[in-house]
């Protein structure tokens, strides 16, 4: 006869003493002889220690409830799933990094991706765009169309915007600093070439606050920083409610060595800051917080790190909107994740290795929920530009892993794991420990402004990489069966200085052609807002319609808020 | 050589400035050769020294006052200090970084130091760094002190100008300002003033001023104190502050005691490079071993030194 | 007088143009002051002129350049050009981060001292710079 689980769980006295017998008798007497290969055994990023053994027991010990902990997909507090039917319905969204010789022709790579069914394109642009300046700007010689499309005024997106938007369902503009000037350009350019922005969804990342703690493509003090990208917020759920204006992308933090509980905890604590921002603009939480609530979050090669990563981004997430804002509606509660395993596990050694990595986080992300959308880096990213091999083996990962695992056929597998709801539960009790932290600090804008966020990845970024210099951490290829003969050339993508020459031109032209005294004057309407605290994309909207340039909008906003000049401290070094 | 970076340095040359400046900070015998050249060229920048607590923007500030001093054409060197590692001895100096837009303005010089052991919120070189930088013209030298903790009163003794800089938000203001800088500190200023808790802070400090020149009494001086706000990442209150350097300068002039200022400054610096050289003179095969017999607790100290004395006494201080 | 000197290696570390990854510059700001170096950082978005004038006012021994975004084939002979007119060509001028092998040889020959790509042991960084140090040191006394 079986006992009900129940029964077990709820005499731990007895498996707490078994588990001892078992230890002094079985287990330890083996190790005696046979000592462990590690000491201590610890999870890859935490360094939290694995114990041999997890069993019910540990699960008591952290206070472990299914029903309050874990319950049912698409139920509140959807540690399983946000969707009722995990991915039996459908899988996630399968998307690619095409990362296109960049620089090209953006509206022809889009007019081709349009034609090969694809219907979501990204806009991507230079460093001089995104860092503020326009393309003639001295700071900024040799970056012009390098990393991205150079955006100096509206005529560039509209030449940009010469597509097929019939076929377009999804925009996404990756601008961060800038974002008001650029979503600003995006609406003009619209309405220009007479473009319906209820056919579409424009997705803008506006994520100005990450940047500050590592990336640092930021322009403005922070204060100021938040404010403007509050702006582009409030703009797009009074103007353009099916628009997205915000992507916190949780995954930039991985490269900066953030480990998993920080990833959550800063990440989710940034939202609040915006989440606040937009609340006292006169929102509710409940309007708020459906548009404040997209992740981008990477899985790493811990296996196990990653799963219980993303099942405690999603408990996170809905406790703190209940919690902490009082949040009723399912769409408030519900974290929309866009997961993808990382490229900082990729080596550049040996890279037909990365395909079993790939695999591998792949994996991961579906076994942890792979959330709205998985999207798989190349291989070779860490050496090369894209070949088309390269991008057929990634498309093929996902097909491999949704058809032919199994491990989307049933929602949350690993639920009930002892391990993985411990460290789920570890996961979710820490990061709500570091959330507490900063916000009794003020919030995570004072946390940026004291360097808080800087020091503790900075702090990270040296531990880890000592790690691997003496030896704790493994790394194949790099540390560990190493092939001696092997020489990796990284490809680089050289562009051609005529393209730049080109666009300096361009800019130039533009500005002797336009209404200089027009320009003056929305310049210092937009300088005008910036002071009183009016919504600057209106203002915005206004002179990029009569071509003032993006460096010029961004210099008017310099001249009102200043520019943030970290010192090392500050900068985490 | 050593001529050759002091006739530089006086004409201005930056690279022979700093090249001094690196000799001092190292120790290098040919640093004090450069002391003894340009000494009679010295006396005339006024020093003005930053102190403050950890977070209260003084390089923000820093950058603010050189910004405001180069328009109205003086010329500015800054010593920005950071602590050194108590046990590798490096460190990381990151000030400069916060005063980048000056970085090619002929008329700035900005120079970072590491602590290399000293306390006090200075480095042993910073006086002498600041005698080369009055040297090479500079009108103004705007010290910056370490700022991680409250026994900062070195910069008082350096400094002809000491400004204190609070920050709202600290909780009890005033307790993180200790008592020597309050009593010696000739500006006040309450940066990041747009944040919560300013009223409070300009209270704490206009009761503590208060009570300061009612303690002092007579001795407090005819320097009124004056206390300024500042939001200096937005570049408020530079013009202020810096009419209240220019002021303090001109009343000591007028007083007749900034020569004398200097000089004290140069007299306590006499002494600590002499009690710098006799313990460093201790430090001789001869002297390690009266060191080893206090180790062993054979003698006590007071006894050593009489005996460490004796020791170096006979011995001419050579150069 | 002074008789026993305190000459601790003195390192600038700097980014050239608009690319702000600092994951770099951290590890090495720390590695170099575990070794006791002093190391200087500039913030990002520098120029040559900026990084040249800098190196000069702090009288550093190293000038350490980290670049991930390409510019390196004019940035880098720019700044060694500026630093030699102004008379610190003597300082050591290292480049670090994504510099592709084919790249190399053109730079070395424009100045660069030595390269350290993306990955590169710290320890090894720093034994360099202290056999540097040692070679520098032993000259300049004889």
Not at chain 2, 185 to 202: C, L, T
Request: hydrophobic share 40%.
């Amino acid at each position: 006869m079986n006992k009900p689980i129940t029964a077990f769980t709820s005499a731990d006295d007895n498996i707490a003493a078994a588990t001892e017998r078992w230890e002094a008798e079985t287990r330890g007497p083996f190790v005696a002889a046979n000592p462990e290969r590690r000491d201590p055994f610890t999870t890859q990023a935490l360094k939290w220690p694995i114990k041999p053994l997890y069993t019910p027991a540990d699960l008591d010990a952290a206070g472990f409830d299914y029903m309050k902990d874990v319950g049912f997909p698409g139920e509140y507090p959807y540690t399983r799933s946000t969707k009722p039917n995990g991915h039996r319905s459908g899988f996630w969204t399968m998307t690619q990094v095409t990362g296109f010789g960049k620089g090209e022709d953006w509206a022809k790579r889009a007019r081709f991706m349009l034609d090969q069914g694809l219907s979501g394109l990204i806009l991507e642009y230079d460093l001089a765009t995104t860092n503020g300046y326009d393309s003639d700007d001295p700071m900024v010689e040799g970056e012009v169309g390098r990393a991205g499309m150079a955006l100096d005024s509206l005529e560039d997106l509209e030449r940009a915007f010469d597509l097929p938007f019939d076929k377009l369902n999804y925009l996404m503009s990756v601008c961060n600093a800038p974002q008001p000037v650029n979503l600003a350009m995006i609406i003009a350019a619209l309405e220009k070439k007479g473009i319906d922005p209820q056919e579409f969804v424009l997705h803008i990342v506006n994520g100005i606050l990450i940047e500050y703690t590592c990336v640092g493509r930021y322009i403005y003090p922070p204060e100021h920083g938040l404010r403007i990208a509050t702006d582009a917020i409030e703009y797009i759920i009074r103007n353009h409610p099916n628009w997205a204006p915000l992507s916190i992308i949780s995954a930039q933090l991985q490269p900066a060595k953030a480990n998993p509980v920080q990833e959550i905890a800063f990440s989710l604590a940034i939202c609040c800051a915006y989440i606040d921002a937009t609340l006292e603009r006169g929102l509710d939480i409940d309007t708020v917080a459906p548009y404040l609530n997209h992740f981008v979050v990477n899985v790493d090669m811990d296996f196990f790190e990653g799963i219980c990563k993303l099942r405690a981004f999603r408990k996170c997430w809905a406790r703190l909107m209940k919690e902490r804002y009082g949040a009723t509606r399912p769409e408030a509660l519900k974290i929309r994740l866009m997961t993808s395993p990382t490229t900082i596990a990729l080596t550049l050694q040996q890279p037909l290795n990365n395909i079993g990595r790939l695999a591998i986080m792949a994996t991961a992300c579906a076994l942890g929920g792979a959330g709205e959308n998985m999207t798989t880096p190349l291989h070779d990213e860490a050496h090369s530009l894209p070949a088309e091999e390269a991008i057929r083996v990634g498309a093929a990962l996902q097909h491999i892993v949704a058809h032919e695992t199994g491990v989307a056929e049933t929602i949350d597998p690993l639920a009930g794991s002892y391990y993985v709801e411990t460290l789920t539960k570890q996961m979710e009790d820490a990061a709500f420990a570091e959330m507490e932290k900063i916000f009794a600090m003020g919030g995570a804008t004072k946390a940026i402004e004291s360097g808080y966020f800087q020091r503790a990845l900075g702090r990270e970024q040296y531990e880890r990489h000592k790690d691997l210099e003496e030896g704790r951490r493994k790394w194949v290829g790099v540390n560990h069966l190493v092939l001696a003969e092997e020489k990796r050339e990284i490809e680089i993508f050289r562009l051609d200085d005529e393209m730049e020459e080109q666009q300096v031109a361009k800019v130039r032209e533009l500005r002797a052609r336009r209404d200089q005294s027009a320009v003056e004057a929305a310049l210092e309407r937009v300088r005008e807002a910036a002071r009183n605290g009016g919504n600057l994309v209106p203002v915005c909207l206004e002179a990029v319609k009569v071509y003032a340039t993006h460096g010029e909008l961004c210099n008017a906003m310099r001249d009102v808020f200043g520019v943030h000049a970290p010192d090392s401290q500050l900068a985490g070094i | 050589m050593t001529d050759a970076i002091a006739d530089g340095l006086l004409k201005g040359t930056i690279a022979a400035g700093a090249r001094a400046i690196r000799w001092l900070d190292d120790r290098d015998p040919r640093g004090a050769a450069v002391i003894r050249h340009i000494f009679p060229a010295t006396g005339r920048a006024q020093i003005v020294g930053i102190t403050g607590p950890p977070g209260a923007g003084k390089s923000t500030l820093a950058d603010m006052l050189v910004t405001e001093l180069r328009r109205r054409e003086l010329r500015v060197g800054v010593i920005a200090i950071d602590p050194s590692s108590p046990f590798t001895g490096g460190a990381i100096l990151g000030d400069r970084v916060r005063m980048g837009r000056h970085t090619l303005d002929p008329g700035v010089f900005i120079r970072s130091l590491g602590t290399r052991g000293q306390a006090g919120g200075l480095s042993r070189s910073t006086h002498d760094a600041c005698l080369v930088l009055d040297a090479m013209g500079y009108d103004i030298v705007i010290v910056e002190t370490v700022g991680v903790g409250q026994d900062e009163i070195d910069v008082v003794n350096l400094a002809h100008t000491t400004i204190i800089v609070g920050v709202p938000g600290l909780g009890d203001e005033v307790q993180a300002v200790k008592a020597g800088l309050l009593e010696a500190g000739e500006i006040f200023v309450i940066n990041k003033a747009d944040r919560d808790g300013y009223e409070a802070a300009w209270r704490q400090y206009e009761l503590m001023l208060h009570l300061r020149e009612v303690s002092l009494g007579a001795a407090a001086g005819s320097w009124p104190v004056p206390l300024l706000r500042a939001i200096a990442t937005a570049a408020e209150g530079g013009v202020e502050i810096v009419d209240a350097i220019l002021a303090h300068g001109a009343a000591l002039r007028k007083e007749g005691t900034f020569a004398r200022r200097s000089g004290l400054r140069d007299r306590e610096q006499t002494l600590a490079l002499l009690r710098d050289h006799l313990a460093r003179r201790a430090l001789s095969p001869a002297g390690e071993a009266v060191l080893a017999e206090v180790e062993a607790r054979r003698i006590d100290p007071y006894s050593a030194v009489e005996r460490l004395l004796a020791e170096l006494d006979g011995k001419a201080l050579t150069t | 007088m002074q008789e026993r000197s305190d000459r601790r290696l003195r390192v600038l570390l700097a980014k050239l143009g608009m690319d702000t990854h600092t994951v770099g510059v951290t590890i090495i700001g720390h590695a170099l002051r575990e070794a006791g170096m002093e190391v200087i950082f500039t913030g990002l978005k520098q120029t040559p002129e900026m990084v040249a004038a800098a190196a000069i006012q702090e009288d550093v021994d190293v000038v350490g350049i980290s670049t991930l975004s390409a510019g390196h084939m004019r940035n880098l002979p720019k700044l060694a050009r500026l630093l030699r007119e102004q008379g610190a060509g003597d300082k050591l001028l290292l480049a670090g981060g994504v510099i592709p092998q084919e790249d190399q040889s053109f730079l070395t020959e424009a100045g660069v001292h030595k390269i350290f790509t993306m990955g590169a042991d710290t320890r090894d960084i720093v034994r360099y710079l202290q056999d540097w140090w040692a070679e520098r040191q032993a000259s300049e006394a004889a």
